[in-house]
């Protein structure tokens, strides 16, 4: 009763609402719905909170320069708490309910593989802003993603290793969906390239001392560098431990780190420590012919004037994947799903927060390991190795 | 060899100290009236997020953390004043679920004022970790230690010497009884959850330097700490604080020996095999049931 | 008369029968058939936790282990092995209930919170289990899981089917299964309720000592409840499975144990009705705070406190209450 009683009041505001606006300009075309579920709280909050808050500030600075194929853009997102069941349950709202134009969301693996089978079935273009290479691997038709997979991390990371010599490796790794993924990633990546892990441990999202691993890890003969794949506060306190246990290994990081809370929440201990991550840390270390170098210094400071908070790589996923939507209906000439997704897998040469996306039929990423930089923390604060 | 074994000691003495306190903290509250807290993370997460907004604010550590151990006491005795006391006619199942939706309400309010983030709070004492025999002691380890032990003498004082603890022991002995004897039980309740608030904030701040705190770090850390609780045998105080180190020398052990993936299962286990092989828990009252 | 309407058994289930499936008149989208397919399974889950709370007085803090374990057995076996849906769901069923008695059949000797801390624990080993055996269970991560199929014949929430000439897309489909499941989840419950098992079981809640003293075998019949219960749990976590095509560990998380609990005591312990009242509400309300955006889970703590204080047997007790109340005063007031 009360849902029929809901649907009433929103039809009837609804109609009130359009009212309004015809009366205000006749022509107003109806609006591109932009459908997004994220994480907005919950343990993974800290990617889907700077990615609402870049959907948000965009959609706005869009309709204010007169949005899209002349249509205005509207934001419908739900916060789906870091819980797969809800990410499906929103999806299908967005899909079905809202019947929203594309979807440009999913913070997390779980979230994203959790609504695929409804986005393949519905064929709505998707856009996912989580990492693992489940999601674009094998090719799903409507399926995209802007964040660089856990495995292009893993060879970035690995590569840098190899150069500098290191060939018996120590893992440490998060039970959660990052660091699980991450963890099968680099034991592959490890494999091909003729790296040795002679140690793995991992460590759950509640855990508040990883001391004991990390012992166990400095106490395997023959390690040579130290990699932690995890997102979260756990990598900080891994980097802590790290550090209180006088290891002096070379340590790394992954990219589900790169943001500056990470610096400020891990202190002196990360001094020392590389990780992948896109430019966006370190925009102004960039040369002036590199092309990323105009659009991430954008992105920042746009981000840090809006919201008086620090920007982090996660917000960037989300500026791509509203950008790739946004450039997408334009190529297309309209929302036509078909068009839209044809348009997508066409997309060459945009150049993003997050590197340059070149998509086709057989890459729905469209990013090569190369738009990763290897950063060092140095005096706190990140610096570009090259 | 020995070195490794006092790593994983260390390691689980001082999280196992964290998880007592907050074991104690389900231990009075259950003793008094049945309940089972679940927002008792969040006493802990109240003090390690109040004292670390309150430093941040320029006032000095000290006030802070006495600060946020008081609001902390406040929020526990408006939870029964507000939660528990007027529904004193319902089940106890019941009033466990008022306190999950008490949990939900906390730290929603905590998001809302504190933000998502997790926070850095600076070690009471140096930074420069102890070395013994080759492991590393973080000198908070010591602060947790020194002040779980402090606490605990403190509240078998209070049980034993004070007029207010013993009509606390009495009441969880036999409410009717209590009652007869002129002990106003509501106001028992009331001081119960008081002290239980302030015992979760004490641990949540001391071991806020080694964990960063977080407007959900209750959730995990108060879980932890009642299957201390059950280990130890609900109701028993002595069980809470054997509960706890056991839980995290267990936990420790485990990752270090044997495998990290499964020491959270190893410690949930040693809630079965307590079950099974001790009933009453490790350390549990004898109940005897009236009829 | 309201009230001994509402007693009569039958017509209870009458009455549900009539809401369940005049619901679809209200509904007008996919996603509204989505959400009531899922209540509908998620109440046969607790309706099945009813009877152990409600009728042997013990709470289970891990029954999204059980439902999980189905779930993940049904997902395993079908997409791995093969197997079809309905023996996948009697085999998981099964085990289930197997791991409940051996759990639960030395802790309900005891009298007391044990069973919660036992189930407490079980539900987080099978939710570690889950999380960590990433070869079969996909991990983290989560595994896709193939449509229900019976003889080959399959019900998947994208498909069309027609009955009796009536055209119905799959989620229409699938919510008009679910409230038949429902209904003989139902259905079951209350033969339990009214077996001499039934009779026996609340007089163990009623005073355990008196049942002991005039020979009834308490913690048997309260570790054949568990067991039921779990069975329960399993059956409507394996449907969930094929329902949604992809399961995360989430599934059997502890989170939604307490979900599953909360659902029950906010909606009425003991009474059947009560608990499907209670699952709707729960499973409801998070789609309806996303107004309150950043405010919902303090709005979502506040009614869960609200509720139960001032509700404290639940929804439908009191409304029933305050309705058979009002009944009396208008009867009074005419004679």
């Not at chain 1, 490796?169 to 969906?177: A, D, E, F, R």
């Not at chain 1, 040579?224 to 891994?238: R, S, T, Y």
């Not at chain 3, 030395?106 to 289990?129: C, E, Q």
């Amino acid at each position: 009763m009360l849902k029929t009683f809901m649907r009433r009041a929103g039809k009837f505001a609804a109609i009130a609402a359009a009212g309004l606006v015809m009366s205000a300009s006749v022509q107003a075309a109806e609006p591109i719905k932009i459908g997004s579920f994220l994480s907005v709280t919950g343990p993974a909050s800290f990617l889907g909170d700077p990615e609402l808050k870049t959907l948000q500030m965009y959609v706005d600075k869009i309709n204010e320069d007169g949005g899209v194929l002349g249509r205005q853009l509207e934001l419908i997102h739900y916060d789906d708490v870091g819980n797969a069941s809800s990410a499906r349950n929103f999806a299908s709202r967005l899909i079905r309910s809202d019947q929203v134009d594309i979807i440009v969301g999913g913070s997390t693996t779980g979230a994203t593989m959790a609504a695929v089978p409804l986005v393949e079935q519905a064929k709505v273009p998707f856009i996912s802003l989580a990492g693992a290479v489940v999601i674009t691997t094998p090719v799903k038709e409507w399926v995209f993603k802007t964040p660089q997979t856990d495995r292009m991390a893993a060879e970035r990371i690995l590569t840098d290793m190899k150069d500098r010599g290191f060939t018996k490796i120590g893992l440490i790794s998060g039970t959660g969906g990052f660091g699980a993924s991450g963890r099968k990633q680099t034991l592959d990546v490890a494999k091909d390239m003729g790296i040795e892990i002679v140690a793995d441990e991992t460590y759950s999202g509640s855990d508040t001392d990883m001391t004991a691993q990390l012992t166990n890890i400095r106490n395997t003969d023959g390690v040579q560098a130290v990699l932690n794949f995890g997102f979260g506060q756990g990598p900080a306190i891994v980097t802590r431990n790290y550090a209180q246990l006088g290891i002096k290994l070379p340590f790394y990081q992954s990219h589900g780190v790169a943001s500056d809370s990470f610096l400020k929440l891990a202190g002196d201990s990360a001094e020392g420590l590389r990780l992948p991550a896109s430019p966006l840390l370190v925009p102004n270390a960039l040369p002036d012919s590199d092309p990323q170098k105009a659009v991430v210094q954008n992105y920042k400071s746009e981000y840090e004037a809006r919201w008086d908070s620090k920007v982090s790589t996660f917000g960037g996923y989300a500026y791509d994947g509203l950008m790739l939507a946004v450039k997408a209906i334009e190529a297309a000439g309209s929302t036509d799903h078909a068009a839209v997704r044809e348009a997508l897998e066409n997309i060459k040469g945009y150049v993003g927060v997050t590197g340059e996306f070149n998509m086709s039929p057989e890459d729905h990423n469209g990013l090569d390991a190369d738009s990763f930089r290897i950063l060092e923390v140095q005096n706190g604060d990140w610096k570009l190795i090259d | 060899m020995l070195s490794e074994f006092l790593q994983y000691l260390f390691t689980g003495i001082t999280i196992g100290a964290t998880y007592a306190l907050i074991a104690l903290g389900f231990t009075l509250i259950y003793n008094a009236s049945h309940v089972i807290n679940f927002a008792q993370g969040e006493f802990l997460m109240i003090g390690g997020m109040t004292t670390v907004s309150l430093t941040a604010m320029g006032v000095p550590m000290l006030l802070a953390i006495i600060l946020a151990v008081l609001l902390a006491g406040v929020f526990g005795i408006l939870l029964q004043r507000f939660a528990i006391a007027p529904a004193k006619q319902a089940d106890v199942v019941t009033l466990i679920i008022i306190t999950i939706g008490a949990s939900i309400f906390i730290r929603g309010l905590a998001q809302l004022v504190w933000g998502k983030e997790y926070h850095v709070m600076p070690n009471f004492s140096s930074d420069e970790p102890i070395r013994i025999f080759g492991a590393v002691l973080n000198s908070q380890s010591l602060w947790v230690l020194g002040i779980g032990a402090v606490l605990v003498v403190a509240l078998v004082l209070f049980f034993t010497r004070t007029l207010i603890g013993k009509a606390i022991l009495a009441t969880s002995m036999n409410k009717e009884a209590a009652r007869l004897v002129g002990i106003r039980t509501q106001l028992v309740l009331m001081l119960a959850f008081m002290v239980s608030a302030l015992l979760g904030s004490i641990a949540g701040v001391v071991v806020a330097p080694i964990t960063f705190t977080s407007y959900d770090i209750g959730i995990m850390l108060g879980l932890k700490g009642f299957v201390a609780a059950a280990i130890g045998g609900l109701g028993s105080g002595v069980g809470a604080v054997v509960g706890g180190l056991l839980l995290g020398v267990v936990e420790a052990m485990t990752a270090g020996y044997i495998s990290s993936d499964y020491k959270d299962a190893v410690a949930f286990s040693m809630i079965l095999v307590v079950l099974f092989f001790m009933p009453r828990g490790l350390f549990g009252a004898k109940v005897v049931e009236r009829v | 008369m309201l009230n001994q309407f509402m007693q009569s058994r039958l017509r209870g289930l009458i009455v549900l029968a009539v809401i369940l499936y005049t619901i679809p008149a209200f509904l007008s989208n996919p996603f509204h058939y989505d959400l009531a397919t899922q209540m509908a399974i998620i109440a046969a889950t607790v309706v099945g936790l009813n009877l152990l709370v409600g009728f042997a007085g013990q709470i289970s803090l891990g029954h999204a282990g059980f439902f999980g374990l189905g779930a993940y057995f049904t997902g395993i076996m079908t997409g791995n092995y093969g197997w079809s849906a309905i023996p996948a769901l009697v085999v998981g069923g099964i085990l289930v209930g197997i791991l409940a008695w051996v759990v639960g059949r030395p802790i309900l000797r005891l009298k007391g919170h044990y069973l919660s801390m036992a189930t407490l624990a079980v539900g987080f080993i099978i939710a570690i289990v889950i999380n960590n055996e990433s070869q079969i269970t996909g991990g983290p991560d989560g595994m896709p899981v193939p449509p229900f199929d019976v003889f080959g014949w399959e019900l998947s929430p994208f498909g069309s089917y027609s009955l009796f000439g009536i055209e119905l897309n799959g989620s229409q489909a699938w919510y008009l299964f679910a409230a038949a499941v429902l209904l003989v989840a139902v259905w079951l419950a209350q033969n339990l309720i009214d077996s001499p098992i039934g009779r026996a079981l609340r007089s163990v809640h009623g005073s355990e000592v008196a049942a002991r003293v005039v020979g009834v075998n308490t913690a048997r019949y309260k570790s054949l409840v568990f067991v039921i219960s779990a069975i329960y749990a399993s059956v409507m976590g394996g449907l969930y499975a094929h329902f949604q095509g992809f399961i995360t560990p989430a599934v059997a998380s502890f989170d939604f144990s307490i979900v599953l609990i909360t659902m029950v005591v906010l909606g009425g312990m003991g009474s059947t009705m009560g608990v499907i009242l209670g699952a709707v509400v729960l499973k409801l309300l998070p789609q309806v705070l996303t107004h309150f955006q950043e405010m919902e889970a303090v709005m979502f703590g506040l009614i869960l406190m609200l509720t139960m204080i001032f509700m404290p047997k639940g929804l439908l007790p009191t409304l029933q209450m305050a309705v058979s109340k009002r009944l009396k005063k208008r009867a009074g007031g005419q004679a």
